[in-house]
């Protein structure tokens, strides 16, 4: 068997969250190597003619919603919620059915489908349409569902060892992480690769004109001398944003701003609203930019969108102060744009990326006066800031690149050729 036609499936495959990052990267390594990509989701920005868009499979639609109110933080479900999970999954697996034909499709790869219960329909679909083809499955897993307490107090444990993830002989699992992979092991005895998030470090990134960067700091509120410290990451609770109001405040300045990227996530509204009262009181400027960021550059509605990257070139120094992290996308992405960054010590962080030796502003739980006069003075210090960032973005080439990523991905993908031909 050769593959060539590659299906990607998720429940949203749009934006700019850590999971269609990812899967933008494999596709483009997969299609540099000749493989054509294809993708199935609730949410698509992807090309129209390489798109099957099924709004079912995305974690926002109403009956998805309806029945995790059902299946979170309560211990027992009834039969007819079990019955509208057995009729929403034959849909989806017929949606399947028809999307591997459409495109001819040799080889599906799961996005966190099979691995986070945002959508327990469509992971038992994907699990079923595996079990009855033995079709050649790659499931990158980035978010286990026992990684996350809102999970743990469940009506759905059944689903949940059935199909997050399945244990099924055409299925290769792909974690981010060494954690993940030894838990993985523990929990469910399923062998795996680690793959870590990755960039393009063998490309720098392209200097955008300082007109940009201009307007971008005048959307922040900021002037021309004012420190524009940027948290590129969701409002979630597990991002510990109030350490970074903590830092901004802790260095005294005298605009004090906290420059957050992306809108405040799929969590409810309660942390948002503390973190807004938090800042507050400390006398921090949260500044959300969500609404003028998106995948490209472009006038929309008589209003700038910028990237991300746009963003990144333009601050002074990144936060990153998560209590838990799968990886870290934003981490790499710092070292990419050759930015300083303030990183708390998060489990992956120690036991996969410290040991490289990035030369980052790191502490554990909490920040301190000393801690912050320390970034501040090396700030300051061109010369030692330039040699910092110089030194960080070498190590990421060689232990964080799309090298890295291609040499394990296509090797595994000809490892199921020959199990096929076999």
């Known amino acids: 068997m050769k593959i060539k036609n590659i299906g990607f499936v998720s429940t949203r495959i749009a934006g700019t969250d850590g999971v269609s990052l990812e899967i933008e990267k494999w596709a483009h390594i997969l299609e540099r190597n000749g493989y054509n990509c294809f993708y199935f989701a609730g949410e698509l920005d992807r090309e129209p003619e390489k798109s099957y868009i099924c709004p079912i499979a995305h974690f926002n639609h109403p009956e998805i919603e309806k029945l995790n109110k059902k299946f979170f933080g309560v211990k027992v479900r009834d039969h007819e919620t079990s019955l509208k999970v057995s009729e929403i999954k034959e849909y989806l697996k017929i949606q399947l059915y028809d999307f591997v034909k459409k495109f001819d499709i ?3 790869i799961p996005e966190n489908a099979l691995t986070i219960p945002m959508n327990i329909p469509l992971g038992l679909a994907l699990t079923e349409f595996i079990a009855e083809t033995c079709f050649p499955t790659i499931a990158h897993h980035h978010d286990f569902y026992w990684e996350r307490t809102r999970f743990l107090i469940n009506s759905v444990k059944d689903y949940l060892d059935r199909a997050f993830p399945p244990d099924l002989k055409s299925i290769k699992h792909v974690v981010i992480n060494s954690l993940a992979s030894e838990q993985l092991s523990l929990r469910k005895g399923i062998s795996n690769v680690v793959i870590p998030n990755v960039f393009d470090f063998s490309n720098s990134a392209k200097k955008i004109d300082d007109k940009t960067c201009l307007q971008i700091r005048e959307l922040a509120g900021l002037e021309e001398n004012d420190l524009f410290v940027l948290q590129p990451t969701r409002i979630v609770p597990r991002k510990w944003i109030e350490r970074a109001i903590e830092i901004v405040y802790l260095m005294n300045l005298k605009n004090p701003k906290l420059v957050i990227s992306h809108a405040k996530g799929d969590e409810g509204d309660f942390y948002y609203i503390r973190i807004k009262n938090y800042a507050k009181i400390l006398g921090v400027e949260i500044v959300e930019l969500e609404k003028f960021i998106g995948t490209e550059r472009c006038v929309k509605d ?83 800031l330039q040699e910092m960032v110089e030194k960080n973005y070498e190590l990421a080439k060689k232990y964080f690149s799309y090298e890295v990523l291609e040499k394990k991905l296509i090797r595994l993908i000809e490892d199921m050729e020959e199990q096929c031909i076999k």
């Open 106 to 108: 040799d080889l599906l």
């Open 302 to 384: 008589n209003k700038t969108i910028f990237t991300i990257n746009d963003v990144y070139q333009c601050c002074d120094i990144v936060t990153y102060p998560s209590g838990y992290e799968g990886f870290g996308n934003a981490f790499l992405e710092t070292i990419y744009f050759k930015k300083p960054i303030i990183v708390n010590r998060y489990s992956i962080f120690i036991t996969d990326i410290e040991p490289y030796g990035f030369d980052v502003f790191k502490f554990d739980g909490f920040v301190t006066e000393d801690f912050i006069k320390n970034v501040l003075n090396t700030l300051n210090n061109k010369n030692k």
